[in-house]
Structure formats: structure tokens, C-alpha cells
């Protein structure tokens, strides 16, 4: 089976000074369809850098990023664009939803978006809202919410566009324990439900024990992702 997204020997360097920074430093990893994998590592370490690339919004300088098997650096911008549109949810660290929309509006919105017609983005915004444990919670502002509600919704918004590929930047960072893993056994139940590709960056290692694989970043290098026995 074609992994559902795939990095090979991607590099990303910024300028710095009158030299550069390898942000990555020949990152190879397959994400499949159906798992979750965990990426830790300390501050500075090419971690956000990694989904960047991996969600096609930042080109590495070397190196290819394969969607379903397509090399997306090979693309026009338009297609890309397109590809990462309809094939890739990213879930960032603040929800930054709309002060005045209820959870169910955010969603709609985002499959207005899409250009899905009002009466079936409600009937999947209900429905994506019910799998996240919102079911009494869709006429709720941001506001009317807590941090883990918020986080959810921000989740199932991802959801709206029925990505192939999850990626997940910190989304407990702002959570006491208790919502924390609550949140992260809702991705690795999202990942199973929908056969998503997730990929979740975090710093609570104590989490990765739920995921299927962990991955470490040091230097913007990669280390071989381990599966985890469970
Ligand atoms: N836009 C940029 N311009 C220049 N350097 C950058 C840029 N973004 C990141 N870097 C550098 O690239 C390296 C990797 O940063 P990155 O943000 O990917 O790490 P991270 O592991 O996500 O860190 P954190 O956990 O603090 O978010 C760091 O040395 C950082 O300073």
C-alpha cells in the first residue's frame, strides 16, 4: 500500500547571517493510512519545520514530499494548493476559531468553504461534532467552551474537508493532564474511524505511549521512528 504521505531526504535550511540553518536535515518518514505516530523533541529542533514541509505550505530546499504517491514539488502552486486543500487537515496548537460562531458555524464554515452546500455541511458538522463528545455543545461560542471543547472543535473542523492526512501541532500544550489525553485518545480514535494518516507533535512524551510509533527530532535530524508495543 502507498504510504499516504511520504518525506524523502527533505532538507530545509533558512538564512542566518551570511550562512544558513538546517531547520531539517535529510528527514525521510511515511506516514500510513489507519495510524498515528508521535514526533517529540526539545525546542528548536525542526519539529514545526517538519509539519510545515510535510503540509506542503513550506517547499524544502531538497528533498521530495510524496501525497499519495504524487511528488508535490513536481506540481504547479495552484495544484498543490488544491491537493492540500482537499487531502490535508492541520490541527494548530490555537484553535483560532471565530469568537462569534458556534462550534456547528465553524464547521459549516469551513465546508462553505469547500463549496459544500449549507444543508450537508450541517448534516457532517453534526455528525463530526458528535464523534469529537460535543453532541450538547454545537450552539456554544468559543467563549461558552472550555480549552479541551475548543481544541475539539478545532479537530472536527480539520475533519470538515475528510482529509487523507492529520497533522496535529501541539494541540495539548495549553490542556491540564486530564483533557490532555483526552484529546490524544481522540486523535488515535479520529485516526482509526476515518483511516487518517496522523501525524502529532507534542512535548508531553507521556502520550506517546497511545500513538503506534514514535519519532524523535534533535538538529533538525530524524530518528528512525520506533512502533510502540501496546
Ligand atoms: N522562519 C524562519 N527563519 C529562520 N529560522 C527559522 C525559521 N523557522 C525556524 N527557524 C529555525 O529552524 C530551527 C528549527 O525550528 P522549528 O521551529 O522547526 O523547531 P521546533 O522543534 O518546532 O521548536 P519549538 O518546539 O520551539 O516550536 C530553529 O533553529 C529555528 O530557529
Keep these: 500500500m502507498i504510504p499516504a504521505l511520504t518525506l524523502i531526504d527533505t532538507t530545509l535550511e533558512y538564512p542566518d ?104 455541511s450541517a448534516a457532517r458538522a453534526r455528525d463530526l461534532l458528535d464523534r469529537v463528545g460535543l453532541v450538547g455543545s454545537t450552539g456554544r461560542r468559543p467563549h461558552e467552551l472550555s480549552g479541551g471543547q475548543r481544541q475539539r472543535v478545532n479537530i472536527a473542523r480539520a475533519l470538515m474537508g475528510r482529509p487523507r492526512v492529520l497533522l496535529v501541532d501541539e494541540p495539548t500544550a495549553a490542556l491540564d493532564h486530564e483533557r490532555s489525553e483526552a484529546i490524544v485518545r481522540l486523535l488515535v480514535q479520529v485516526t482509526r474511524e476515518y483511516n487518517l494518516a496522523t501525524l502529532l507533535v507534542t512535548h508531553d512524551t507521556e502520550y506517546v505511549q497511545f500513538t503506534d510509533a514514535e519519532a524523535s527530532m534533535r538538529d533538525g535530524r530524524l530518528a528512525a521512528p520506533q512502533s510502540i508495543a501496546r
Design 17 to 120: 547571517g551570511s550562512g544558513s540553518i538546517k531547520a531539517l536535515d535529510c528527514v525521510s518518514l511515511s506516514l500510513r493510512a489507519g495510524r498515528i505516530m508521535s514526533l517529540t523533541g526539545p525546542s528548536g529542533s525542526g519539529k514545526s519545520s517538519l509539519l510545515a514541509v510535510a503540509a506542503t505550505l513550506v517547499r524544502p530546499t531538497a528533498g521530495r514530499v510524496l501525497f499519495q504517491g504524487i511528488d508535490t514539488g513536481a506540481l504547479p502552486a495552484s495544484e498543490t494548493a488544491a491537493l492540500r486543500r482537499e487531502g490535508i487537515g492541520i490541527v494548530f496548537q490555537q484553535p483560532n476559531l471565530l469568537p462569534s460562531l458556534t462550534a456547528l458555524e465553524q464547521l459549516q464554515l469551513a465546508g462553505h468553504i469547500r463549496g459544500e452546500a449549507p444543508p450537508k
